[in-house]
């Protein structure tokens, strides 16, 4: 099979919901084989140090190279530019199986190297797949059903920690097989996955301005374009936010097996539990709350909430012994305000506001900043939980801070508005040599 099948159907706006609804679920297991990429090596992690005997410098340099933080953020900058240059589906096409081979390598690793190299072409590929999945979202996706149909991709980034966890506790009587056996599990959902985008086609969104430009697109000149005028305010407005957010949701993501076993005395059985209710709380909050909701009212006041409950939560691991009601407190809180925060925001805003000709590098960009960012943190993480879990905990409500502040104040106000009506608003006419598309019906 290949990524240009004539059988393909080309996603469109004018699509009946039921096929914008398949598009976007197949278009948001990139959530799905994103986030179970990231709990699997967090599951992991313990084997992982007792079968190779890891230092906390090697855990480090683990969790800085991971999917979770600098090789997606490589994928991400080459792919979004990929994306752009050469379509959506090119993408699609490759990178599930660079996905599954990184797999295959942590499943049949023989020793350390292999689990490095395996992860690192793991997190290339998620890096590749997210700006192509979520452009192809944005564009087909009408304006007041923007934010529903890309709440799907939250909601099975959520479900695919679940099902890994629990997995995970499942085969832990096994050791290491057992880690090889969830690491095989994503093997088969990205080879089930990589099968049924064979019946996506291009977006017929990028299509349209692909033809009218002539692919006459150059790296330079679309990072000149986003690294200038109002595409550097829109990068760093989100950047910003989703970035200072993602050091606090990167460091949980990872860490909290290992902190709430190691510092908190949990039982494995008790951590794998409080995880899975965090995850179903995003998932559940995301349909309740932000699906319903988000192309309708002020999201900045969305925004905002999100991220006070959150810091609410926080602030528990701060100032209170962290006991097992603590640590179910604070899973509650941060489940809630993840159900409708900077994730999400981040995934709408980034596909908002930028044109098709530069959706994706800078989805990529601003991704690539961002897991980059998380992969430095990362280094320092163990260092720093040393010194005392509680100041951990307080730098990390420093994090949601300032995130929330930023999203609040800044955050641009697009709810229920057409994507051409969104790029006059910008004043990006002109600048990406794209025609003006008709809006259309909603």
């Given at each position: 099979m290949t990524g240009s099948s004539d059988n393909a159907v080309h996603p469109d706006q004018t699509a009946p919901p039921a096929q914008q609804w398949k598009w976007s679920f197949v278009a948001a297991m990139a959530g799905y084989i994103d986030a179970g990429s990231i709990v699997a090596g967090s599951v992991a992690l313990g084997s992982w140090v007792s079968h190779y005997g890891l230092s906390d410098s090697t855990i480090g340099l683990l969790g800085a190279l991971s999917p979770n933080a600098i090789s997606a953020g490589i994928g991400a900058l080459v792919g979004g530019y990929v994306c752009d240059r050469y379509g959506r589906k090119k993408i699609y096409a490759y990178d599930l199986l660079l996905y599954?081979?990184?797999?295959?390598?942590?499943?049949?690793?023989?020793?350390?190297?292999?689990?490095?190299?395996?992860?690192?072409?793991?997190?290339?590929?998620?890096?590749?797949?997210?700006?192509?999945?979520?452009?192809?979202?944005?564009?087909?996706?009408?304006?007041?059903?923007?934010?529903r149909l890309g709440g799907l991709a939250q909601v099975l980034w959520s479900l695919g920690p679940v099902v890994t966890l629990l997995l995970g506790l499942l085969l832990q009587p096994l050791g290491m097989l057992g880690v090889r056996l969830l690491?095989?599990?994503?093997?088969?959902?990205?080879?089930?996955?990589?099968?049924?985008?064979?019946?996506?086609?291009?977006?017929?969104?990028?299509?349209?301005?692909?033809?009218?430009?002539?692919?006459?697109?150059?790296?330079?000149?679309?990072?000149?374009?986003?690294?200038?005028?109002?595409?550097?305010?829109?990068?760093?407005?989100?950047?910003?936010?989703?970035?200072?957010?993602?050091?606090?949701?990167?460091?949980?993501?990872?860490?909290?097996?290992?902190?709430?076993?190691a510092i908190g005395d949990q039982s494995e059985a008790a951590s794998v539990g409080l995880q899975c209710l965090y995850f179903l709380l995003v998932a559940a909050f995301t349909a309740l709350v932000f699906m319903p909701l988000n192309d309708r009212v002020n999201r900045r006041v969305m925004f905002a909430v999100s991220s006070l409950v959150q810091l609410a939560g926080v602030l528990l691991?701060?100032?209170?012994?962290?006991?097992?009601?603590?640590?179910?407190?604070?899973?509650?809180?941060?489940?809630?305000?993840?159900?409708?925060?900077?994730?999400?925001?981040?995934?709408?805003?980034?596909?908002?506001?930028f044109p098709t000709r530069l959706r994706s590098t800078a989805q990529g960009l601003m991704f690539a900043v961002v897991r980059i960012g998380l992969g430095f943190w990362s280094l320092f993480v163990p260092a720093v939980s040393a010194t005392g879990f509680h100041n951990l905990a307080l730098i990390l409500a420093g994090f949601l801070?300032?995130?929330?502040?930023?999203?609040?104040?800044?955050?641009?106000?697009?709810?229920?508005?057409?994507?051409?009506?969104?790029?006059?608003?910008?004043?990006?006419?002109?600048?990406?040599?794209?025609?003006r598309a008709a809006p259309t019906a909603d």
């Open positions: 599954m081979f990184g797999t295959l390598l942590i499943v049949f690793a023989a020793d350390v190297w292999m689990v490095f190299t395996g992860y690192v072409l793991v997190g290339l590929a998620v890096g590749a797949d997210i700006p192509a999945s979520w452009s192809l979202i944005t564009e087909f996706s009408p304006a007041r059903r923007r934010g690491f095989a599990h994503l093997f088969v959902v990205a080879l089930v996955t990589w099968w049924m985008r064979h019946g996506v086609g291009e977006s017929a969104r990028w299509e349209r301005e692909s033809r009218a430009t002539a692919g006459t697109s150059h790296p330079l000149r679309a990072l000149r374009l986003l690294l200038s005028g109002r595409g550097l305010t829109a990068v760093l407005v989100l950047t910003g936010m989703y970035g200072v957010w993602n050091l606090f949701a990167g460091t949980n993501g990872f860490y909290t097996p290992y902190l709430l076993e691991l701060a100032f209170l012994p962290l006991s097992s009601s603590v640590a179910l407190g604070y899973m509650v809180a941060i489940g809630i305000g993840g159900g409708f925060g900077a994730q999400h925001f981040f995934q709408l805003w980034s596909g908002e506001l801070v300032v995130s929330g502040l930023i999203g609040t104040l800044f955050g641009p106000k697009t709810e229920g508005l057409a994507l051409e009506e969104i790029e006059a608003r910008h004043g990006w006419s002109g600048d990406t040599a794209s025609p």
